[in-house]
């Protein structure tokens, strides 16, 4: 077992489509944090986060799915798993080690898809204070989990479809286009594995006060409660 996932692990980390998955996913993110503060009125990545925290949840999944089932069924056609059988291993300890090495994979791709871009908006525009990093990381760490049951679920359907490609290709339907569906359809959310997840995750509590300057202008200030109720657990 330990060999097989080694023996992936190397393959993979030499395998350019790995590349392009997790550098393209980045590259999108921080096209969107780029296109927020040119656009949207974005000044700081506190912000970003509080208005398209789900944006990110959805995007870096996508990124995940892809390198999970890149590593399971990337090999299915070229009939590697035959060599593998051959040197001596079973059919369930094959499973297994590309399921766990995909789990693994995809949660540090979609880890990364975040953290990255906007730990590098926050070298350009800062991070601000409208939310705190421990609270942020908390829910981070939460939508990894449901992540990783998505992950999995996609790694089952590669192998009942046994090819990686039309899987790849289902996963951005159903991160990108269901979504749009479910928004006139109502209650179709709950339906879609971990979305109704991301949108509790991602939905950050907020209220409204206000100040009065030495002028008698009134300011406005927003305040968001980024913490994690027993409920969203």
């Not at 503060?37 to 974005?42: K, Q």
């Not at 070229?78 to 051959?86: F, G, H, P, R, V």
Request: proline share 1%; net charge neutral; hydrophobic share 50%.
């Amino acid at each position: 077992m330990k060999d097989l996932i080694k023996a992936q692990l190397y393959q993979i980390l030499r395998s350019k489509p790995f590349y392009y998955i997790i550098f393209g996913i980045m590259a999108f993110q921080g096209l969107d944090i780029i296109g927020s503060i040119n656009g949207d009125g974005i000044t700081s990545i506190s912000m970003y986060i509080v208005r398209y925290c789900g944006t990110a949840f959805t995007t870096s999944a996508i990124a995940a799915c892809l390198v999970a089932v890149y590593i399971v069924g990337g090999d299915i056609n070229d009939k590697t798993a035959n060599y593998e059988i051959l040197s001596g291993h079973t059919r369930r300890e094959i499973f297994i080690a590309k399921a766990v090495l995909g789990v693994i994979c995809g949660s540090i791709a979609y880890v990364l898809t975040i953290i990255i871009p906007i730990c590098i908006g926050n070298m350009v525009v800062g991070y601000g204070d409208m939310v705190s990093i421990d609270d942020i990381c908390v829910r981070v760490a939460l939508s990894t989990l449901v992540t990783i049951r998505i992950i999995c679920a996609f790694i089952c359907l590669t192998y009942i479809i046994k090819n990686y490609l039309i899987t790849m290709a289902v996963s951005v339907f159903y991160f990108m286009v269901l979504p749009v569906l479910c928004m006139y359809m109502e209650g179709a959310n709950s339906l879609i594995l971990g979305l109704t997840s991301y949108n509790k995750l991602s939905d950050l509590v907020s209220w409204m006060t206000y100040t009065i300057d030495a002028n008698v202008n009134i300011h406005e200030i927003i305040i968001y409660d980024a913490s994690v109720s027993a409920n969203v657990i």
